[in-house]
């Protein structure tokens, strides 16, 4: 009797195996079915990239779709907008071109190849795809404004005020119309025209930061420069990242002789962007004249980098060197500017005070007999030396003339305006439009990038994953995965093929289980969400218990649906992307592990964002009583406080978020304490 039930036991065990195994081997085969190249899929993975600005990874999602069917024109226009985003000019405009041989009947196409142009200041070519555009999309109002924008670059002034008057006639509401129109008579000299629609552009957007630096340049002209130090500190408040500001706002403040904000402004500046031309010339003429020589020298060593034969900043380091005693250096420079200017009087006599210093007497000769013999012979004057009232004079970037040497250097012809953002650039990659709210943790390939911290966070599972599994590269748990470089996306799809062959090779439940769901995490990290989907549900339809495939399919679902909404598209892949699926999934993570913050988290961050507050907030709570240094905790849960009206704890939570590292909580305390 023991034996037959044993019998029994062991043949039910077996049965057990050989299903197992069955199983295992139809999920080989579907996975063997699915590892060829989807192309939509792999278009919709690289715009989800794309919107993410993960430009380099959508790009080679991009490039095989177009290995699989290069006949597609979109695969060769997303591509060419990742290229543009990435400052590749040329190879973008390439793309543009091959999308419109492929399909010459999309406006977008046109509009993005425009911007294209633009920005290698191709403005007639610019024109020319507006027009083109606007056969296909007369009422798009972007392209009516953009095209009047290069027309003003192309000095096509009476035509841009044309077009300019009907765009205004015709879109009142379009603030930046009025904007343009103010700059391009500002630059005319018009300033009593440039007025009058600065006050209809400031009535109508007081808040526009751009508007207030318009006001200051009409200031400066008018050497107004108390109203003008007012209106640019208006245009920072509104618009405090954009360097142009800082650095007409510290002329002026030369003006005011304010120099140490000046120079704090110019500091600001080149530390917002440390290869502004502008600003290290100006700074350096500052410093000059505050006579700290040597970190002038810097400045001007910085600008003679970028251009070696800025005769300008050669004459400047020139007299700087002089100043400092190193004489052989400041002939060195004075020589490189005379061989261009030889009538340049002031140079030679400085050369030939150098030459004298060195006891190098008849070089000082020769320098001094022709600037006599000129004099004598033109009745030309010995030009004005270094002066305040010089320093407090502009001149424009193309102006080469080298006595003006110690003149601030502006913009020729600067528009603040920007272009207008046409619609088909928010919806393939603005992400501002979603809300505030950090998004949920998931599973990567990649370290986490939090604020100033560096440490990783820890959870019981995935450690024992990565123990048992020992995957070819650890997983980690991150809230905002960084955008990869080339060699850091390079290196995953690499992992993606490694770990495809070895599911294909493996015969083992247990050790294929562990290789999808590395292959999950990979494809996920690569934005292909579609495809980490596919496996997290070959794993769960053979380990339901599996915590962390429920928690990476939640969350790829989940961005899923959230690109869908964004695009305005309806993306099924075999199954349902809807909130509910997304909700049992965390729910069943949490079933497991009903202790888990970031789990908690995670529900929240989706409650949260179907506005169920109060769960939110309930889920945001437990999370920190399990782990107080939680820091996207204090971020979301701020923000859902504030979302519910309660202005007061959202701001507490927000400032402890800032605590913990994500400094981002300030700028959001600054704009929701402001209101």
């Known amino acids: 009797m023991m034996s037959v039930f044993l019998l029994k036991n062991i043949d039910k065990k077996v049965w057990r195996q050989r299903i197992l195994s069955l199983l295992f081997t139809f999920h080989l085969s579907l996975l063997a079915s699915l590892a060829q190249y989807n192309t939509d ?3 919709i993975s690289g715009r989800i990239a794309l919107s993410n600005h993960d430009y380099v990874v959508a790009i080679q999602h991009f490039n095989n779709a177009l290995a699989a069917k290069p006949y597609l024109y979109e695969p060769w226009y997303y591509r060419a907008l990742c290229k543009l985003m990435l400052d590749d000019y040329t190879g973008a405009e390439n793309d543009f071109n091959k999308a419109i041989e492929l399909n010459p009947y999309v406006h977008e196409i046109f509009a993005a190849r425009a911007e294209c142009r633009i920005r290698q200041k191709k403005y007639a070519e610019a024109i020319d795809d507006y027009e083109k555009a606007l056969v296909f999309s007369p009422d798009e109002r972007g392209y009516w404004f953009n095209r009047t924008y290069c027309r003003y670059f192309l000095k096509e002034n009476e035509q841009a005020h044309k077009d300019l008057e009907y765009i205004v006639q015709r879109w009142p509401d379009m603030n930046m119309a009025y904007a343009l129109q103010t700059e391009i008579y500002l630059n005319e000299n018009d300033t009593t025209t440039a007025s009058q629609w600065l006050d209809r552009t400031l009535e109508r957007n007081p808040y526009d930061g751009n508007s207030w630096s318009i006001l200051a340049r009409l200031n400066m002209q008018r050497k107004n420069w108390a109203v003008a130090d007012s209106a640019l500190t208006k245009a920072i408040h509104y618009q405090p990242r ?6 007409y706002r510290a002329m002026v403040r030369v003006n005011r002789n304010r120099l140490r904000q000046a120079m704090d402004d110019y500091d600001m500046a080149i530390d917002m962007d440390p290869n502004n031309f502008l600003s290290h010339y100006n700074r350096g003429l500052l410093r000059q004249q505050l006579g700290d020589d040597n970190r002038a020298i810097e400045d001007f060593n910085f ?3 970028h251009e070696p034969n800025n005769l300008q900043a050669l004459y400047n380091r020139a007299l700087l060197l002089d100043r400092t005693g190193n004489y052989r250096a400041a002939i060195v420079d004075y020589s490189r500017v005379i061989e261009t200017f ?13 030459y004298r210093r060195l006891g190098m007497t008849a070089k000082a000769e020769q320098d001094e007999f022709r600037v006599t013999k000129a004099q004598l012979d033109k009745h030309q004057g010995i030009q004005q030396r270094w002066s305040k009232n010089k320093l407090r004079e502009m001149r424009k970037l193309s102006d080469v003339d080298v006595e003006k040497y110690d003149q601030w250097v502006v913009i020729d012809d600067e528009v603040t305006t920007p272009e207008y953002k046409n619609d088909y650039r928010g919806s393939v990659q603005n992400r501002e439009v979603k809300t505030d709210l950090l998004p949920m943790f998931s599973l990567s390939l990649m ?9 990783q966070i820890i959870d019981h599972a995935l450690e024992q994953f990565n123990r048992e599994h020992k995957p070819k590269r650890p997983i980690f748990i991150v809230c905002r995965p960084g955008t990869l470089d080339e060699a850091e996306s390079g290196a995953i799809f690499a992992v993606i093929d490694s770990l495809s062959r070895a599911i294909s090779a493996s015969r083992d439940v247990s050790t294929a289980l562990g290789l999808l769901l590395q292959r999950a995490v990979a494809h996920a990290t690569t934005h292909n969400f579609s495809e980490a989907i596919n496996d997290l549900n070959d794993y769960l339809a053979i380990d339901s218990t599996s915590v962390l495939a429920h928690w990476q399919r939640a969350v790829c ?3 899923l649906a959230d690109y869908s909404s964004l695009q305005n598209t309806d993306v099924k892949f075999g199954q349902s992307l809807s909130l509910r699926r997304i909700d049992d999934d965390l729910g069943n993570a949490l079933a497991l592990d009903n ?10 961050t989706l409650r949260a964002l179907q506005k169920d507050y ?7 709570q437990q999370a920190l009583a399990l782990n107080p240094n939680l820091a996207e905790a204090y971020f979301n849960l701020g923000l859902t406080y504030i979302f519910s009206g309660n202005k007061a704890d959202g701001l507490k939570n927000l400032s402890k978020a800032g605590e913990l590292g994500l400094y981002d909580a300030y700028s959001l305390i600054k704009r929701y304490g402001e209101k």
């Open 614 to 620: 109060n769960a939110a907030i309930d889920d945001f």
């Open 242 to 247: 954009v360097v142009n500001h800082y650095m």
């Open 447 to 455: 370290p986490r990038r939090s604020g100033l911290n560096t440490f």
């Open 41 to 43: 899929r792999l278009i």
């Open 595 to 604: 202790h888990n913050a970031l789990l908690l988290y995670n529900r929240a």
């Open 303 to 305: 600008v003679l980098r």
């Open 342 to 354: 030889p009538n340049f009087w002031a140079g030679l006599l400085a050369r030939a005070q150098c």
């Open 557 to 559: 679902l989940h961005e």
